[in-house]
Each structure stands twice: as C-alpha cells, then as structure tokens.
T-cell receptor, first 114, second 110 residues
C-alpha cells in the first residue's frame, strides 16, 4: 500500500498523559498536513510542513501540541497533558508542492481521553 | 465502526437513482475545490476536484459543478450504488490548507 499511513489507529489515554502519533506520507510528497476532526464536523487544519519546515500553524494548535518532521519524511504530532477536549480523530494528509497540490488523507488516529 | 457526522444533513436515495449533494463555500478568492468521501472510521477519500476557471468537470459516475457567482458547488453521482453510502465533504483550498464544508450523509437504500 503506497498511501498515507498513520499509527496508531486508536489511542485511549487518561487525562494528563502525553501521546504521540506518527504519519508516513506518500513517498514522493514533500508536503504533509495535520487536521483534527470531531464527530459531526469536517476536518480542521492544524499545521503543515514543506519538507522539514513547518510553514503554518492554526490557532487551534495550543502550546500543548507540537509537530515535527525532522527528515522531511514521516511526521509526529505530540499532545502533552491531554484534556478530554482533545478527543478527536487526528488526520494526516500529504501532497506534492507542484500543481494543485491535491491532498490525500491517511486513515486517521482516533484519540479518546478519559 | 464509529459513525462520522451523527447530526449531519442526510440525503436518502434509492439504488440506481442519481444523487446531488450541495455545498456552499465562503472564500471568493479560493481557486481550487475538492470533494471527499468519508466512510465510517476512515479518512477522507479524494473523489474529484475542480479549478475555479472551470464550471464543470466529469469523472467516472461523478460530476462536479461550480457556480462562482453564488459560491456553490455540487456533486452529482450517477446510478448511485450501496457502496456510495458515506459522508461527503466539499473543501476549498485557501493558501495551502483545506477548509471543509458541512458534510452530507448519503444513504442508499435498495
């Protein structure tokens, strides 16, 4: 499978714990995006990378959230001191910089904070 | 699997009929639009896209129409099949990120 992959697919954690999610983009894609989706809503943009550089962060991305893409390939999204309001589906997408830059999504990581 | 969009607008169609899903977008400067299909527990799946210099684009069984005057998109699915049952989102590209509209749940009954 050469699509976007995410790990883990599901995560249950207790409030106050830290969690880290991983995304592996389509291999030739140099852009990688993180979105968050809550029930009944469309995905909301969090941040994106072009190669290693983090180019934009949403106001939704509080200080407890950090994303990295150290080698310009896979990316990690870490949430520190999780809160119940962090419960959501975290989606990763990737695209080429050229052309329209169509974004292709992974299967998501479902986070439940108890 | 877990449901996406528990309180979304719903379109119910009979198998074999055509479906039309509508979407309003907000940014007049948007120049690229995409329709995604999302099944329960999965990530959004690309269906079809359209640039703002076009008003219609056809794919396999799907057609997207763009009306820039009223900032409206529609997705037409011909001969709707049970496998088309999902939540459908339109998205507009604003700078380099996607802004998603309110999804529509499509239910196909025999």
């Amino acid at each position: 499978d050469t699509g976007v992959s995410q790990d883990p697919r599901h995560k249950i954690t207790k409030r106050g714990q830290n969690v880290t999610f991983r995304c592996d983009p389509i291999s030739e894609h140099n852009r990688l995006y993180w979105y968050r989706q809550t029930l009944g809503q469309g995905p909301e943009f969090l941040t994106y990378f072009q190669n290693e550089a983090q180019l934009e962060k949403s106001r939704l991305l509080s200080d407890r959230f950090s994303a990295e893409r150290p080698k310009g390939s896979f990316s990690t999204l870490e949430i520190q001191r999780t809160e119940q309001g962090d419960s959501a589906m975290y989606l990763c997408a990737s695209s080429l910089q050229q052309g329209q830059g169509t974004q292709y999504f992974g299967p998501g990581t479902r986070l439940l904070v108890l | 699997g877990e449901s996406v969009g528990l309180h979304l607008p719903t379109l119910s169609v009979q198998e074999g009929d055509n479906s039309i899903i509508n979407c309003a977008y907000s940014n007049s400067a948007s120049d690229y639009f995409i329709w995604y299909k999302q099944e329960s527990g999965k990530g959004p799946q690309f269906i079809i896209d359209i640039r703002s210099n076009m008003d219609k684009r056809q794919g396999q069984r799907v057609t997207v129409l763009l009306n820039k005057t009223v900032k409206h998109l529609s997705l037409q699915i011909a001969a709707t099949q049970p496998g088309d049952s999902a939540v459908y989102f339109c998205a507009e590209k604003v700078t380099d990120k996607l802004i998603f509209g309110t999804g529509t749940r499509l239910q196909v009954f025999p």
